[in-house]
């Protein structure tokens, strides 16, 4: 197969692109820079309108919710992006969820699955549960967040339970301090450490957290807010389902459930509760978590979503 050019055109969104690149590179010569005879992809939302004035012979968008552009609920947002998308690029790709309603009247749009960095996961094998005993929420403090409604569904359950990284003032300083006081201790040996911003920990503990947990919530309503958005999936929901944990999740824009193993929880935060209590005494934890496991990491897979998205762009390579 004779592997076309292709200039890939990114911002901010470079760490989500991290796990997808090599898949790109099976299928396209990645060039550094724009040029009318090559190929453009404008990979994610901070870079939408920069992309559609490079030169091209074919361009295409990756747009993903996130970095305060929110064309669901702000229609000037909405109408300037599909103007542009419509006047400037061939193909937009989109996961399933708020933008895929966001952009439904355009005839470029095309949607490809959810990709999260399967190959970091698999770097510690899945830890397949056999207990329903204990939860955890992990999020970030923001206005789209919803956390509190996943914090109360587990306290409700009665099950030992976590959010995480912690979310209240009080914790989060104090995990600060503990961070900048172990930089300072490593620096007077001569070894440096990052300290992360307040609010924030390494993806490494993270992945720790969830495998700490039989369980992991994500029940949230659409609060509507005009800048912020979230996916129809959190990333956070689908690397816990990856690690073998039960995964709850509510449907928020009323789109469906792509996965099997995923349950449903309805947004009442106590019939979400009685609901997880139900499972937890009739479900075959070991089994569900093992299928839980390789359904996530198969549908995930960034192998298979660049492939969907591909397939597609070369439909339109060749056409010219």
Known sequence: MIRPPLHIHV??????????????EQYFILVDQPDPGVSLLAFGPDVIRSGSELPASSRF??????FGHNPLHDLAVRDADLQLINDRYDLVFVNPGPLE?????????????VSINVRLLEQTPARYRSTLDSLVHVSSRTAQKDWQRSASIMKKSGLHHEVYPPLDDELRLQMGLRAHRRAALAAKVGIRLSVMPLG????????????????????????????????????????????????????????????????????????????ILEL????D??????????????KA?????VRVRVDQMMEVIDSR
């Open 101 to 113: 309603v966001a952009y439904s009247t355009s005839d470029r749009l095309r949607i490809f699955p």
């Open 61 to 66: 968008l990756i747009q993903f919710p996130g």
């Open 11 to 24: 911002g901010a969104a470079r760490h989500f692109l991290g796990w997808e690149l090599e898949h790109f």
């Open 200 to 275: 924030y920990v390494s993806h490494a503990e993270t992945i720790k957290t969830y495998r700490r947990h039989d369980g992991f919530v994500h029940v949230a309503r659409d609060v509507r807010h005009q800048t912020m958005i979230d996916g129809k999936y959190t990333a956070a929901l689908m690397e816990a389902a990856a690690t073998g944990a039960i995964t709850f999740w509510h449907d928020t824009l009323s789109l469906g459930n792509d996965f099997e193993t995923v349950f449903d929880l309805p947004e009442d935060t106590r019939a979400a509760a009685d609901r």
């Open 280 to 283: 937890r005494d009739t479900l």
């Open 285 to 298: 934890i070991k089994q569900h978590s093992i299928d839980t496991a390789t359904e996530m990491r198969a």
């Open 301 to 305: 897979d960034p192998g298979r979503s």
